[in-house]
């Protein structure tokens, strides 16, 4: 069995694949977080476009200079784990959070950050919004962080 590099511990093929060859829309925005981590890892650069929200700011690019920037994150970092630590909503406007934690490596250096991610439904399905991250040495979230913590710690 391959494992789902989004940390499931599911078989890809019944897990994420389905969603980035377009079969099936994520259930939720935990789930869309998750397929969205290992396009990352898969280098599913049209996926990882396809599955923004027509509101988030990379919308107003060309899509072949978004589409460049990816390939690129993908090629050069190396995606070694994923953590969901809280989640929520969607609220009364629509918005879904997710807080994660991510591993991720670049030519021997620490790049694991720590995000608040905003998703929001368009026609199709969940989308990615936004995001708001922070450093997060060895990828690892502290014990007792939640969405709460989070927001408090940013200020």
């Not at 390939?71 to 630590?85: D, F, I, K, N, P």
Request: glycine fraction near 10%; hydrophobic fraction near 40%; charged fraction near 25%.
């Amino acid at each position: 069995m391959n494992s789902c590099a989004c940390g499931s511990g599911a078989a890809y093929a019944q897990c994420c694949a389905p969603f980035h060859r377009g079969e099936r829309e994520a259930a939720d925005a935990r789930a869309l977080m998750r397929s969205r981590y290992a396009a990352f890892v898969l280098k599913k650069v049209d996926y990882l476009w396809r599955t923004l929200h027509p509101d988030h700011e990379d919308r107003a690019r060309p899509r072949n200079e978004v589409l460049a920037a990816l390939r690129e994150a993908c090629s050069t970092h190396r995606y070694l784990g994923l953590s969901v630590v809280d989640s929520d909503g969607p609220d009364a406007d629509g918005i879904a959070r997710v807080l994660f934690a991510a591993k991720v490596f670049r030519v021997g250096r620490d790049l694991s950050f720590i995000e608040l991610s905003q998703f929001a439904r368009d026609d199709t399905g969940w989308r990615y919004l936004a995001g708001q991250g922070r450093p997060l040495a060895g990828g690892t979230a502290p014990e007792g962080m939640s969405i709460e913590r989070f927001l408090e710690l940013r200020g």
